[in-house]
C-alpha cells in the first residue's frame, strides 16, 4: 500500500510500428498483434486509471495509429475523463484519420522527428518518405488546431543539427519541442558504438541548445534533457520508480517503466487478474524500488538520494546486474570508469534496427 498517486499511464497499444529506430524504448522481445488486449480490456484500463487519480493518458505503442480502434479508444478515454496525449510516428496518419481524433476528444499529438536532412531522418527511421510524412502530419495536426509537441531523439548522427532540430519545429507549429538523448538499455544499448556521440558533439549541442533559447523562448518551450553518459550524477529516472506513472505493455503487463521488462527477475502483474490499483499499491515490481528502502552504498548514505533516487534502475541493471546498484552514469558507483570507457571507445557506422525480425541484441557483458 502506497500513500503515492500516479499522474500518468503510458499505454504502449501495440508494439506494431512502420518504423525501426535504432534506439526504441520497446523491449528487444516485442509483443505480437496476436498478444495484444482487446478494445474492451483497454476501456477498462483508461476507467481504472482515472478512477486511481491519472490525469494524463499517452498513448503511444510502437505505432498506436496501428490499431484499428484508436478512435474507439481515445473516445473511452476521453469519457473516463483523461486527458488525452498520441504519442505518434506520424507515419500512415491521415488527415481525416486525425480529425476523427480529434472529434472523438484528443487533447494533443506528440509527433517524433528523427533528423532536419531527409536522407538522414529516412535512414535513421528505416523507412523511406518517412520524414516527408512526418511534415504533412504536422502540418495536418496544426491546421485542426491541436498542440503539438515535437519529440526528437538525439544521438551521433543528428546531434549536429539540433538547433536546426528546434527551429524547424518552431517553424512547424509546435508549441513545444522535447530534445532527449537516447538512453542505453534495450535496442539502443545494441547500438550504443553506432549511436553515442562524442564529448566535443555533446559540448557543441549544449552551446547550440543555449542559444537558440535565447532566440526562441517563449515562443516555443525547449525542454532538453541532457546526456547521463556525459554528466557526474545520473538523471532523476521516471522522478522515482513507482512515484508517479505506469505503462501497460501491448499484452498486459504493467511496469513501473517502459523499459522495466529488462531487468531479469521482476515479477509483473497484469490487468488479466489485478486492477490497477492492486498493481499500483502492492505488485512485486513496483515495490521493489519504491522510495530509498532498497538502497545498498552509496546511495543509502548519500545526500542526492531524494533528488535523483539512485538514478536509472534500468541502466543500473545493465551494467552490473543487479538493479539495486547505484546508477554508472554516477561517479561515485564503481561502474561509472566503464561508462566513461564506453564514452571514449571507437564508434561504428553499423546499425540494428529495430524490428520483429531483427538479430536480438546481447546481453551486456
Ligand atoms: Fe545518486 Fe546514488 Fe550517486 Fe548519490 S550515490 S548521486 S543517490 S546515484
Ligand atoms: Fe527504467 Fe530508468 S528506464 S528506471
Not at 59 to 67: H, N, V
Not at 68 to 96: H, P
Not at 131 to 145: F, I, N, P, Q
Amino acid at each position: 500500500m502506497t500513500d503515492l498517486l500516479p499522474l500518468g499511464l503510458l499505454a504502449e497499444l501495440t508494439h506494431r510500428c512502420p518504423l525501426a529506430c535504432p534506439y526504441c524504448s520497446n523491449p528487444v522481445e516485442l509483443d505480437r498483434r496476436s498478444d495484444e488486449l482487446d478494445t474492451a480490456t483497454w476501456l477498462r484500463i483508461f476507467d481504472e486509471a482515472a478512477e486511481l487519480g491519472v490525469l494524463q493518458l499517452h498513448l503511444s505503442g510502437g505505432e498506436p495509429t496501428a490499431r484499428a480502434d484508436i478512435v474507439e479508444l481515445t473516445r473511452g478515454a476521453a469519457q473516463a475523463g483523461l486527458y488525452t496525449n498520441l504519442i505518434t510516428s506520424g507515419v500512415g496518419l491521415s488527415k481525416q484519420r486525425l480529425e476523427a481524433l480529434a472529434e472523438a476528444g484528443l487533447d494533443h499529438v506528440q509527433l517524433s522527428w528523427q533528423d532536419t536532412d531527409p536522407a538522414s531522418a529516412d535512414k535513421i527511421a528505416g523507412l523511406d518518405g518517412a520524414h516527408r510524412w512526418k511534415h504533412e502530419t504536422a502540418r495536418a495536426v496544426v491546421e485542426l488546431g491541436l498542440p503539438l509537441t515535437i519529440n526528437v531523439v538525439i544521438h551521433r548522427l543528428n546531434i549536429a543539427r539540433v538547433a536546426d532540430m528546434i527551429v524547424a519545429a518552431y517553424r512547424a507549429g509546435a508549441r513545444r519541442i522535447e530534445v532527449a538523448h537516447t538512453q542505453y538499455y534495450g535496442w539502443g544499448l545494441a547500438n550504443r558504438a553506432a549511436l553515442l556521440p562524442t564529448e566535443d558533439q555533446v559540448e557543441a549541442a549544449h552551446a547550440a541548445v543555449a542559444n537558440i533559447r535565447k532566440e526562441l523562448e517563449p515562443g516555443i518551450l525547449i525542454d532538453y534533457v541532457a546526456p547521463d553518459h556525459f554528466s557526474r550524477y545520473p538523471k532523476p529516472c521516471m522522478n522515482g520508480w513507482g512515484r508517479q506513472s505506469l505503462n501497460v505493455t501491448p499484452r498486459g503487463r504493467v511496469l513501473p517503466c517502459h523499459a522495466a521488462e529488462s531487468i531479469r527477475g521482476l515479477i509483473f502483474w497484469t490487468v488479466h487478474e489485478h486492477s490497477l490499483r492492486e498493481i499500483w499499491n502492492d505488485s512485486p515490481a513496483f515495490i521493489a524500488f519504491r522510495g530509498t528502502e532498497w538502497m545498498k552504498e552509496p546511495c543509502r548514505s548519500c545526500p542526492r538520494k531524494e533528488i535523483d533516487f539512485g538514478g536509472c534502475r534500468c541502466q543500473a541493471f545493465a551494467w552490473t546486474g543487479d538493479a539495486a546498484s547505484a546508477d554508472p552514469a554516477c561517479e561515485l558507483s564503481p561502474y561509472h570508469a566503464a561508462l566513461r570507457e564506453a564514452v571514449a571507445a571507437p564508434r561504428t557506422d553499423e546499425i540494428i534496427y529495430r524490428r520483429f525480425s531483427s538479430p536480438k541484441p546481447a546481453p551486456q557483458e
